[in-house]
T-cell receptor, first 114, second 112 residues
Framework: AQSVTQPDIHITVSEGASLELRCNYS??????LFWYVQSPGQGLQLLLK??????LVQGIKGFEAEFKRSQSSFNLRKPSVHWSDAAEYFC????????????FGTGTSLTVIP | DTGVSQNPRHKITKRGQNVTFRCDPI?????LYWYRQTLGQGPEFLTY????????KSRLLSDRFSAERPKGSFSTLEIQRTEQGDSAMYLC??????????FGQGTRLTVV
């Protein structure tokens, strides 16, 4: 069955520090992978996506993610965090062979301290 | 392109009442999804339309829930005889083919 695991419920980083949010997935075929960000009371905004090709993908707001098939991982990174990055981050897998659903992790809440 | 639009943004209702939410997807998107999100959780799939056809429904979608997309454009999600457990954020998303989903701002339902 398809699933997405985000092992870190909450992460706190200092402004200017680097960030890595972990994501592991379980999927029986080549996955389509996404990272979304959600501010309180808002919908989800796409940060980046991986469909195929280069395993290091660049997204908006200076984020990047690396797909590692051997580890079933798609970790999100940012070299220098800004206070405005504080939000909830969701990893998702697109399961096209099971009805075109998107399966989401439970999210990682990011707090940025000055 | 104004993105995915959801109305209302907030809804407070008494237990037992019926509520209806509307979603207007991005115009050229033929796929439309409804998700439910509770506090501290990721979005959970409810149902999916391709054009006007409802192709899949989650087990989360009890008989009190019904969704329609009558002309393959906007969609409505109705909850009958609301219960406190229905309190959640209801998210709508749309997409084309095998691409990313674009989400609306959501409708926050509170059942009192």
């Amino acid at each position: 069955a398809q699933s997405v695991t985000q092992p870190d419920i909450h992460i706190t980083v200092s402004e200017g520090a680097s960030l890595e949010l972990r994501c592991n997935y379980s999927y029986g075929a080549t996955p389509y992978l996404f990272w979304y960000v959600q501010s309180p009371g808002q919908g989800l905004q796409l940060l980046l996506k991986y469909f195929s090709g280069d395993t290091l993908v660049q997204g908006i707001k200076g984020f990047e993610a690396e797909f590692k098939r051997s580890q079933s991982s798609f970790n999100l990174r940012k070299p220098s965090v800004h206070w405005s990055d504080a939000a909830e981050y969701f990893c998702a897998v697109g399961a096209w062979n099971t009805g075109n659903q998107f399966y989401f992790g439970t999210g990682t809440s990011l707090t940025v301290i000055p | 392109d104004t993105g995915v639009s959801q109305n209302p943004r907030h809804k407070i209702t008494k237990r037992g009442q019926n509520v209806t939410f509307r979603c207007d997807p991005i115009s050229e998107h033929n796929r439309l999804y409804w998700y439910r999100q509770t506090l501290g959780q990721g979005p959970e799939f409810l149902t999916y339309f391709q054009n006007e056809a409802q192709l899949e429904k989650s087990r989360l979608l009890s008989d009190r829930f019904s969704a329609e997309r009558p002309k393959g454009s906007f969609s409505t999600l109705e909850i009958q005889r609301t219960e406190q457990g229905d309190s959640a954020m209801y998210l709508c998303a749309s997409s084309t083919g095998q691409g990313e989903a674009f989400f609306g701002q959501g409708t926050r339902l509170t059942v009192v």
